[in-house]
């Protein structure tokens, strides 16, 4: 887990990010075992990712600028985690941004908007397509369904009712990007 986490600091400077190790790795994808973590996060229904990513990160943003009930900032942390539960004619979207290790033991503070939530996610092992680039609603969309059908090739079980979209930058950051989706292995 060290050298994944050196990895990570490499590349996204000093941010906090969920704990977790490679279990294996191939062409297309890789499998991972997140720890169980706390995070902050919103729920959006609308039938555009970019739409409801930007309303879950303003809320999500100012929650952690001091919108909360200690009225303290908390900082910035990797990815901004975006559950994609697809439906008839909308998509439940949640955003999150995962709690800093510092606060993964006690917990952060509660929100003051009722819109915004404290919670946890369990243990999961997650598949993990990578890509570069501004991402837009039809490359997250692209993206997953790619990891899905190498999955599927592989004879693997996952989760196909959801998958999750991780932004590791900020929208300020011209190149050398990083992006990920995640289907989460069916135990």
């Given amino acids: 887990m060290a050298v994944v986490k050196e990895i990570f600091k490499t590349m996204f400077g000093t941010l906090d990010s969920p704990n977790h190790s490679v279990v294996s790795s191939s062409a297309d994808y890789e499998e991972r075992k997140y720890e169980g973590a706390r995070w902050t996060s919103t729920t959006i229904p609308d039938i555009e990712h970019r739409t409801a990513v930007s309303t879950g990160f303003r809320r999500l943003f100012k929650y952690i600028s001091g919108h909360n009930e200690k009225q303290v900032r908390i900082p910035m942390t990797v990815p901004v985690l975006t559950k994609v539960e697809p439906g008839d004619g909308q998509t439940d979207f949640m955003v999150s941004f995962f709690a800093p290790h510092a606060d993964q033991a006690e917990g952060t503070a509660q929100p003051s908007d009722p819109e915004v939530f404290n919670n946890s996610l369990p243990e999961m092992t997650a598949y993990v ?59």
């Fill in 129 to 187: 397509k990578t890509f570069s680039g501004y991402a837009k609603d039809e490359d997250w969309t692209k993206q997953a369904e790619l990891l899905a059908k190498s999955l599927d090739n592989d004879g693997k079980k996952y989760h196909k009712d959801f998958y999750y979209t991780a932004g590791y930058n900020s929208p300020f950051k011209p190149i050398n990007r990083h992006n990920e989706v995640w289907y989460i292995k069916a135990e």
